[in-house]
Every structure is written in structure tokens, then in C-alpha cells.
């Protein structure tokens, strides 16, 4: 019987005593290690600054009340030009807009497609095309899926408000001195108040189809998934570097081709099986929401050739940022924030047609905008393949040299 001399108190509750020693240099520790992480500290500053800056500027106009469109190149051809209301309205669509004139309409849709105008606007009289003093008007906007939905309302309002300025002037012009002097502005044919103003895509006329908002959704988020499988691919790499897998290969004969050439296949299937995910999703979940189901009636061959370039790119880039990085840690924090800095820049996070037209040669440097352009076209019915093999060569050529690169610094390292 020791009197309790050999009994410790019971710890506290709250844990073992803190001492203020033990912390300091504790966390001494700590900031030595995370300072010794130098790519995982740009990662966590840089890449959050670029965004911002990024975003910023993608999105200025879309969030200010002050911000006046940039409008683009527009072509414009007026199918009655012997009414004068027409005639009048054509003209200052000329001044106000610097408008081409065009004669023949398949010039002009010619003009729309290969870029050359942003924006066709065609003048015509609904049921008649005889000659009149005044018609009702009605304006048809053809339309690029890319170009920005607030240029084209602001075009819109525009022209109802330039139709309803000179419209009174056009009547009391066109009446008798005696009516001329008694009709006030006030009172106007219903039928000539107000444009028919209707706006079509490209697409829309030469394919006759109407396509839903999960038609133009689809491929800007299906080359985002593919290009995530930096994180899975990137990972399972870095660590079979680690654990000497891959020295353990090399010692037996397996070259660093053959390891990346199995790597691109396995997991070059795991993007064939999101690409058929996300199609059944927009087929058969899209419509239970009371959305118009994603429309299957494009070039497959097409889609099959530009995933695989899509995929390609992304496969490339993941395994190029595998071979120079140093963790798990580090591949996966690099890769998930380049991949959304690419997605910023390449108008996934924001659609292209929202950024302001001088921001929009920005997706150029992105191959996620690559991919996105290609497969947009493609989804909304493109059959010329002129139009995307671009696309898909610059993504084939940024994999492959991807490739190389990994390739170059795994031999490096060995």
C-alpha cells in the first residue's frame, strides 16, 4: 500500500497540456515543409490569381449594366426594296452598324458561315412582296451559335427601336395634306407598329432542326470530363514511380513506350465510356426534367474522331505532368487547377458567345477550347468536316507532343 504514491491523475478531458514549446516548433515544422513544396504553393496562389484575373475579364460585360456590346461584322439585304419604309430602314442600318449590302441571300448566308459577318439581317414583308409605300416589316437574324446572345438582343432593339422612331414620320408622309394635318402620331395601323423580328442559327437553316439548350451544354462538358482524367491518370502513375514499379519494368526489359502506350489505351477507354455516359444522360435523364433530349442525329465518325483527339490531348498532358511532378499530392493539385484555368480560357466556365468578342480569340490558346469548338459543331449538326478537322489536328499534334515530352523525362530520370 503506497498511499496512491504511484497513481497518476486522470488526463483532462480536453487532452494532454498544451505546451507553448511543443507548438512553435511544431508549426516551425510545418512551414518549413510546406515552403519546400514550391509548385504545390504556386498552385495554391498563382493559379487562384489567373483565375480571377481571367474571369474577370471573360465576364465584364455579362455582369455590367453599363456595357455596350461589341457588335460584330453584319451583312444585310432587303427582299422589298420598294417599300419605303424599307428602303429607309436599310439605310440606317447601314449608317448605324456599318452594314454590308448584299443582293442575293445565298451570298450572304455564304458570308454568315464562313465567318466573314457575324450577323445576316434580312428585310422582308410578311404576304406580300408587291410594291407598297408601307409594309409591315419583318426581320429575319441569321445568327453563328457563337456569336453573343447579348449582341443579338441588343441588335433586336435596335431595330424595333429605329422602325418605331421613323414609322410616324413614314405615315403622316404618306398622307393626304388634309389627313396629313389631322392624324396624330398616336394613331397607327396594329399592324405596322410593331417588326416581326425572328432569330435563327446557322445551323437551324441548313440542318432545319431546332436544337435545346443540352445541344449546345453537352460538348463543352464532355471535353471538361475527358480532360479530368488528368487526376486518376496522374495519380496512378506518380505512384508506381514511387513504390519502383516502373524501375522494377525497366529492369525487365519494358521500355517507357510500351508504359505509356498501355497507360493512353486504359484509360483512352475509361473517356469512350464517359462520352457514352453523357449521351444517355442527355437521352434519357434530360427529358425527365422537362427539357428537350439530346439529339443524336450527327456524323458519328466525326464524334469518333474527335473524341479520340480530345482524348489524345488530355491523356498527353496528364502523363506529361506526371513524369515532372514530385507526389500524388502535387500532380493532382497542379492538374485539377490547370485543368480549370484551361476550362476558363478555353469557354467552358463561360461560354464563348458570353465573353466579349475581343476575349473570345482567348479560346484559341486552350486545348480545352479547341475540343469544345470542334465537338459543338459537330453536335449541332456540322457535316462539312473541313469545319472541325482543325481542331482535331492542333489537339492531336498538342498530345503527341505531350507524349514526346513525358517520354523525354521518364528516360531523363532513368
Not at 195 to 213: P, R
Amino acid at each position: 500500500m503506497n498511499g496512491g504514491a504511484g497513481i497518476r491523475p486522470a488526463p483532462s478531458p480536453w487532452g494532454v497540456r498544451l505546451r507553448p514549446r511543443q507548438i512553435w516548433s511544431l508549426l516551425v515544422k510545418d512551414w518549413r515543409c510546406l515552403l519546400h513544396d514550391r509548385h504545390g504553393l504556386a498552385a495554391l496562389f498563382i493559379m487562384p490569381a489567373l483565375f480571377i484575373l481571367i474571369m474577370s475579364l471573360v465576364m465584364q460585360e455579362a455582369m455590367s449594366y453599363d456595357a455596350v456590346p461589341q457588335m460584330p461584322a453584319i451583312g444585310i439585304i432587303n427582299r422589298t426594296p420598294d417599300a419605303s419604309g424599307h428602303r429607309q430602314m436599310t439605310k440606317r442600318l447601314q449608317a448605324d452598324l456599318s452594314a454590308g449590302l448584299f443582293t442575293d441571300q445565298a451570298a450572304l448566308l455564304a458570308a454568315l458561315e464562313a465567318k466573314r459577318i457575324g450577323i445576316a439581317i434580312v428585310l422582308s414583308s410578311p404576304g406580300s412582296t408587291d410594291a407598297e409605300a408601307i409594309a409591315p416589316l419583318r426581320v429575319d437574324l441569321l445568327v453563328d451559335d457563337m456569336t453573343p446572345v447579348p449582341v443579338v438582343n441588343a441588335l433586336r432593339s435596335r431595330i424595333e427601336q429605329g422602325w418605331g422612331q421613323q414609322l410616324p414620320k413614314l405615315l403622316i408622309a404618306n398622307a393626304d395634306p388634309m389627313a396629313r394635318a389631322l392624324l396624330p402620331p398616336s394613331m397607327l395601323d396594329p399592324t405596322l407598329i410593331k417588326a416581326q423580328i425572328q432569330i435563327k442559327s446557322l445551323y437551324e437553316i441548313k440542318g432545319h432542326t431546332h436544337f435545346g439548350a443540352v445541344q449546345r451544354v453537352v460538348p463543352a462538358w464532355l471535353a471538361f470530363g475527358i480532360f479530368f482524367i488528368v487526376l486518376p491518370l496522374s495519380a496512378v502513375f506518380v505512384q508506381e514511380r514511387q513504390l519502383g514499379t516502373l524501375s522494377r519494368l525497366q529492369t525487365m526489359g519494358v521500355g517507357n513506350s510500351s508504359v505509356i502506350l498501355a497507360k493512353a489505351l486504359c484509360f483512352g477507354s475509361v473517356n469512350g465510356l464517359q462520352v457514352l455516359v453523357m449521351l444517355l444522360v442527355g437521352v434519357l435523364l434530360v427529358p425527365l426534367l422537362g427539357m428537350q433530349a439530346l439529339s443524336l442525329h450527327f456524323d458519328w465518325p466525326a464524334l469518333g474522331l474527335m473524341t479520340a483527339a480530345t482524348s489524345l490531348a488530355a491523356l498527353g498532358l496528364a502523363l506529361a505532368l506526371s513524369a515532372w511532378a514530385h507526389s500524388v499530392e502535387q500532380a493532382s493539385l497542379i492538374g485539377g487547377a490547370l485543368n480549370v484555368m484551361l476550362a476558363a480560357i478555353g469557354g467552358i466556365m463561360v461560354p464563348k458567345a458570353v465573353m466579349p468578342l475581343s476575349l473570345q480569340t482567348m479560346t484559341a490558346l486552350s486545348p480545352l477550347g479547341w475540343a469544345n469548338e470542334g465537338l459543338a459543331r459537330i453536335f449541332l449538326g456540322e457535316q462539312e468536316w473541313s469545319h472541325w478537322l482543325g481542331d482535331a489536328a492542333r489537339l492531336s499534334v498538342f498530345g503527341i507532343g505531350m507524349l514526346l515530352l513525358a517520354a523525354w523525362q521518364l528516360r531523363r530520370q532513368r
